[in-house]
């Protein structure tokens, strides 16, 4: 499973990166806001910067929700570097858009996915990740763990090609189930990831090996 960190903060992208387990980066318009990045030419340029940092996709949302100015915006961001992936919400025009992308050579990410169904047509549509949002689902009181499971069975069914993303992770324990539910990929934040670390009787295992080596 690749992990990919979910966010615009170039702090946190080049701590993940130096861990050397990291495989890409995903952003959203509000990660964007959050790190102030304002205007077109500044957005532009912030993704070829995290191009720069991370040798891995890196997904670039489009604003737009019709379908050639969609393409039209995907078109730019995908000029930016090789390793962008334009990131399209699940709405009719984004599926539109996505199979114009797939026949012109241009990745994909299909994001705001909550159902199956909605992961078939994206994998139909040629979308190269499908980004169901675990996290929210839970937060509706349903299960997002096994959205994932019941996507990777259809996909692994049908010979679909088209690679589950598990976005809006909240914890060390959703990567966990994520990665037996069989996502190729988990989104992160960093704290979700070096949450992974954690354990006590590793602490408590090291604190004793280096007190004994003491009187080595
Ligand atoms: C990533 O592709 C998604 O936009 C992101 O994981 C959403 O996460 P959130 O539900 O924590 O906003």
Redesign the pocket.
Known sequence: MKFFI?TANLAQIKEANDLGVLDGV?T?P?LMAKEGIKGEANILKHYETICELVDGPI?AEVLSTEFNAIVEEGKKLAAIHPNIVV?VPMIKDGIKALKWFTDNGIKTNC?LVFSAGQAILAAKAGATFV?P?I??IDDSNWDGVELIAQIAQIYSIQGFKTEILA????SPLHIIKCAEAGADIC?CPLDSILGLLKHPLTDIGLAKFLEDAKKM
């Open positions: 979910d995903t959203n509000s997904s990131k994001t980004s949002f996290g929210r976005a809006s992770i909240r989104t």
